[in-house]
Each structure stands twice: as structure tokens, then as C-alpha cells.
């Protein structure tokens, strides 16, 4: 096969060099109003090196990365072929998963401008009735991920035999989720004649293999490397021990700036942990992973556009095709398992020219990680510290003042004008009292025994190791210590269904606690061990004792060391003298996982 075509802004062998317009490229008129009213003036350079050769009606081969402006390139050429007075299919996208079909399906629309090409996604997780009648009334292009599309052939509601042009976008995530054997035999089902463009963030052999066997001579062209894209973006690193990455992650949400944010994390249970985690300490949050419904999915990316939910955490796979023009922010709660993943997570922000920053945890133990990803991306990333409790404080409050001119201005203040008099005549210094209103507006209660920034130093970490394997028996019956305060029991367990959001909901609820005054949560058979920064008095532990939770009573007491079941395995199997198999990445408020239960992408 041809050697790289590498495509620059200064340099282009296979399309007119120094494209300053989309003029320049041969598109139609049609495409050319549809660009301009969309407000797109210059190509990107993935455009300028595909869209000619592609409307030679040649196959190509594009190594590009998210945000770079690919769908417009293939998307573009492909609309130019499109017959529209015929109503049968004659171009198919393929898509790995569904919010990156109906991305493309929606950008691909926009480009038809007044040409009237029918456009139609069909996906999975969604009922067959609709996307069959878009079908036999006669769309034109066609954009679907590889299962729904088998479906739809297997049922003869979809015919290929008179496609020109097919398009496999985001090959290698397709290839690396077990479609391979379904992408055969959709490009074997396709007319043999048709037009084929194959588009992908890296080139392993597989897609190599893929080109080879269905593709005819195809230009190969590859943008910049994966640094290019992530130009406009801050990237940024902190390290932070496992058990406090919830604490850090609220406190970077609470004093960030974006106006929305994307949390990667790697399974669907840590997932539902984080987000279950950040609800508690009334971030406005939700949850989207693989094993989500398509409408609800939809439902969660529309209130995250809205402003309604500022605050996504995702697995990789369900936030492919994510693309909301207002996400400032990514946090990589955990490091992604492959370097090239760490591209096109932080890309979900930065993109078209808008800035963004990323923030990726390392625990103390994933240092050399940080070195695969700035060799790949051939950026160095920035450490920065994770924001203080009393630094979310300050940030709240200056968040308030900044109102306060507005709220001035608004009126009807009168009452409270009055109230205050009073209490200044009774009560003395006004600048003392308006500074406790202030921190009483930003949930400030004052200072704690366990405020504490939750970053631990370095010797809190090797202790943090150690007791996750030390459940030594206490001095003189008192509780056991531990980093994050005490050590108590309570009654209910896997057995019972228990979750750990559930016992935290019963012990803050009772006990008039805070979610941050609790620890670390292990879930075994029939009891929990959970820890408690304050000490409980008899009064608040005699209270969360009557609470229920699954139908049992909690019967908290303090945890003195391995005695009777006490010593008991959790449910996950423990290696000795070691951590414990099966943890979770998850959420500070954590349980054991189950055996035999898996984490889903």
C-alpha cells in the first residue's frame, strides 16, 4: 500500500495546496450554501485531504482524530453523489455505537441544506417501527452501528446492492468492540462497485486488513499527529490517592468554571458509584454507560445542552459521539487502560477552536502512566494541586458576591433590612454578621474535628495501603482508627441487598452527618464496616441504630477488631496480605463487589 500521505496547513499533495475556502475543494453549489449558512468558512485539514480524492469517486483511507472535522469530509462528498429523485438507499455510515450515529446522521443533515437528501439513523436500543418506516419511505443515506444494521438486512428492510458510497467511521473502535465479523459482511453485502471510505484514530493491522480486502488502490491520508488536536486544550495531572478521588473530584467541580463537565471513569459500576457519590454532595449529576437505555441516554445529553445536569460521568464507549458545545471540562477519574483512549477522551472538550481543560488522577502507583501519555501526545502534562475545602469555601463565596449587585437591583429587600437591624443592635460588629450569612449561604457550618484536606501526604498513603489489609483488634475495646476517623459496624449486608449509597442515605440522615464525614465502606455477607471521621455520640448512635435499611435494623456499634464473624472475607475474595481482589475504582462510599459480578464499558 502507498506510503502516509501526511497533510499539514502548509503542505498537500492530493489536494490543492493553501485551501483558504471550501470553494477550492470542487464541491457542488448545493453543499456550498449548506456550509455557508452553517457559518463554516475554512476547511479543516482532513478536509482539504479527503474531500477532493473522495469526490473523484477514489476509496480512501483517513487517519484522523475526534474533533478534527471528518464527517464533514466524507459526509460532504457523499452527499454529492446522492440521486435525490431515486428513493432507495445509496450511501451507508457505520458507527460504533449509537450517540456517534446519531451525531454523524445529524451533522450529515445539516449538510444538505436544500438538496432534500432523506436522512435516517438506525441503532439499537431503540424500537424497530420508526427507523423501518424511514426505510421504506425512502432514505438515501443511511447512518447505523453494525448490529442494528445486520438486523435490518437479516429482515430484507434494508438493501445495499445499490449503494455508491459506504463509510466505516471510527474503524478501529468498531474493530476493538467485536464488529469485525459484522463489518465483513456488511462491505459483502454492499454493491461491489460502490465508492469506500474507511476512517480511523490509529492504523493496527486489522484495519490494514480490512483495506486490503474490500477497499480498491485507496488513498491513504493521515492529519497531524494526535497532539494536533489537543491544541486548544489545558492538560493538567494530580495525584491523588485512591479512597479520596470522590473528595478531589467534587472539589475540582465545585470551583471550576466550565459551564459542564465529562467524568471518565472505566466501568459501568464505578460509574454508577461516582455519580451516585457526587449526588450526595449536591453536585448536579448523572450517569451514562453501556447498559443505559437509547432514549434515556438521549434524554441525559439533551439536559447536560440544556444546563440542567452540568456534571456526566461516562464510561468510554457511552460517551462516543459525545458532543456538547459547552463541555469546558474532562476529568479522567480513572486513567484510561490504553494511552490512544487518553486523545479521545480529553477531545471530547477543546473542540472547533474553543478551549478546554483536562484533568486526569494518577494514584501514587500509576506514575509511569503519565509517561506513556505525554510521550504519545508529545505534551507535558501540568501537575496542579486539588482545590481545599476551604478553597471551595472562598470559591462559593465569591460566586455569591459576584449576585449581589443583581440582587440589589431587584428590590424587596426591606425585611431583611430590617431583621438585621435588630440584630446588629443586639448582636454587634455588622461586618461579623455579614460574614457568617456568607458562609452560612455557601453551607460553611464552621469548623470541624475532621476538616481536613482529603489528599492525603505521602505517609497517610503507605498507611492508607496498609490498613486495607489491617483489621487488627483495638486497645481497650474503643473503635478502631483509621485514616478517614472510626471504625463501626452495622448490621446489613450483601445478603440483604444492601448498596453502600443506602447505608450512607440511613447514617447521615439519622445521625445528622454529612456524606464527607463518611469513610470507606466494606459490604461483606451480613454486616458492613464503615468508617466515621467524627466520633459518634451515645445520643446520635443510639438514633442511627433504630434506622432501617432493607428492612433491617442498622445496629451500629463500634468495630474492635476481628471477633466472631468480624473477621470474616467480604464478598469479593482477599489476597493475602495484600488489597483486596475485585475493588472497584469507584466512589469513596464504597462496597465489595460481589463474586462473580463484572464491570460493563
Not at 248 to 257: H, K, W
Not at 389 to 407: F, G, K, M, N
Request: net charge positive; proline share 6%; no cysteine.
Amino acid at each position: 500500500m502507498p506510503d502516509w500521505l501526511l497533510v499539514s496547513s502548509s503542505a498537500a499533495s492530493s489536494a490543492p495546496a493553501a485551501v483558504r475556502s471550501f470553494a477550492e475543494l470542487g464541491l457542488p453549489d448545493s453543499s456550498l450554501r449548506a456550509i455557508e449558512a452553517l457559518g463554516f468558512t475554512t476547511p479543516t485539514d482532513i478536509q482539504v485531504a479527503a474531500i477532493p480524492p473522495l469526490l473523484e469517486g477514489r476509496d480512501l483511507v483517513g487517519v484522523a482524530q475526534t474533533g478534527t472535522g471528518k464527517t464533514a469530509a466524507f459526509a460532504l462528498p457523499m452527499l454529492a453523489r446522492v440521486d435525490t429523485s431515486a428513493r432507495h438507499v445509496q450511501a451507508l455510515v457505520l458507527t460504533p455505537t449509537r450517540e456517534l450515529a446519531l451525531q454523524v446522521a445529524e451533522a450529515t443533515a445539516s449538510f444538505t441544506g436544500d438538496a432534500g437528501v432523506q436522512v435516517l439513523s438506525i441503532y439499537g436500543g431503540a424500537p424497530y417501527g420508526p427507523q423501518l418506516r424511514g426505510l421504506a419511505q425512502g432514505a438515501q443515506v443511511v447512518v447505523g452501528t453494525p448490529g442494528r444494521v445486520i438486523d435490518m438486512l437479516d429482515k430484507g428492510a434494508l438493501n445495499l446492492s445499490a449503494v455508491q458510497m459506504l463509510v466505516l467511521d471510527e474503524a478501529d473502535e468498531m474493530l476493538r468492540m467485536g464488529f469485525a465479523e459484522d463489518v465483513d459482511r456488511i462491505l459483502s453485502a454492499a454493491a461491489p462497485d460502490r465508492q469506500t471510505a474507511l476512517f480511523s484514530a490509529t492504523m493496527p493491522a486489522a484495519i490494514r486488513s480490512v483495506a486490503r480486502r474490500h477497499m480498491s488502490s485507496p488513498t491513504e491520508v493521515a492529519t497531524s499527529r494526535p497532539s494536533s488536536t489537543t491544541d486548544t486544550i489545558t492538560q493538567t495531572y494530580a495525584v491523588v490517592p485512591f479512597r479520596h478521588k470522590v473528595g478531589a473530584l467534587a472539589r475540582v467541580l465545585a470551583t471550576t468554571d466550565a459551564e459542564a463537565a465529562v467524568v471518565f471513569v472505566r466501568t459501568r459500576q464505578t460509574a454508577e458509584e461516582v455519580g451516585s457519590a457526587l449526588l450526595e454532595r449536591g453536585v448536579s449529576a448523572a450517569t451514562i454507560s453501556g447498559d443505559v437505555a437509547q432514549r434515556e441516554r438521549e434524554r441525559i445529553v439533551e439536559r447536560l445542552r440544556s444546563g440542567s445536569v452540568r456534571v456526566l460521568v461516562a464510561t468510554d464507549v457511552a460517551a462516543r459521539g459525545l458532543d456538547v458545545e459547552k463541555l469546558g471540562l474532562v476529568v479522567n477519574f480513572d486513567v484510561p487502560r490504553e494511552a490512544e483512549a487518553y486523545v479521545h477522551r480529553i477531545g471530547r472538550t477543546g473542540r472547533a477552536g474553543r478551549s478546554g481543560t483536562a484533568l486526569t488522577f494518577f494514584t501514587p502507583r500509576e506514575r509511569g502512566r503519565l509517561t506513556q501519555i505525554e510521550r504519545l501526545t508529545r505534551t507535558s502534562l501540568t501537575e496542579v494541586p486539588i482545590p481545599t475545602p476551604a478553597q471551595v469555601s472562598a470559591h462559593r463565596a465569591a460566586t455569591v458576591l459576584d449576585s449581589v449587585s443583581e440582587r440589589i437591583s431587584a428590590g424587596r429587600l426591606h425585611m431583611y433590612r430590617d431583621q438585621l437591624a435588630e440584630r446588629i443592635g443586639s448582636e454587634g460588629d455588622p461586618m461579623e454578621i455579614a460574614a457568617a450569612l456568607l458562609a452560612l449561604a455557601v453551607g460553611d457550618a464552621g469548623p470541624r474535628a475532621n476538616d481536613q484536606d482529603e489528599v492525603a501526604s505521602p505517609a497517610e498513603q503507605t498507611f492508607d495501603r496498609e490498613s486495607n489489609s489491617d483489621r487488627g483488634r483495638s486497645a481497650s475495646g474503643r473503635p478502631r482508627r483509621s485514616a478517614s476517623g472510626s471504625v463501626y459496624r452495622v448490621a446489613v449486608g450483601h445478603s440483604h441487598g444492601v448498596r453502600p449509597q443506602d447505608i450512607v442515605g440511613a447514617i447521615t440522615g439519622e445521625g445528622g452527618l454529612r456524606g464527607s464525614d463518611l469513610g470507606k465502606i466494606d459490604i461483606f455477607s451480613r454486616f458492613s464496616l464503615v468508617e466515621i471521621g467524627p466520633d459518634l455520640s451515645p445520643d446520635v448512635t443510639r438514633r442511627i441504630a433504630q434506622a432501617r435499611v432493607a428492612g433491617q435494623s442498622l445496629h451500629i456499634r463500634p468495630d474492635t477488631g476481628p471477633r466472631g464473624n468480624a473477621g470474616a472475607r467480604p464478598a469479593a475474595s482477599t489476597k493475602r496480605g495484600g488489597r483486596p481482589e475485585g475493588r472497584r475504582p469507584g466512589a469513596q462510599h464504597r462496597g465489595r463487589r460481589p463474586v462473580g459480578s463484572t464491570g460493563s464499558r
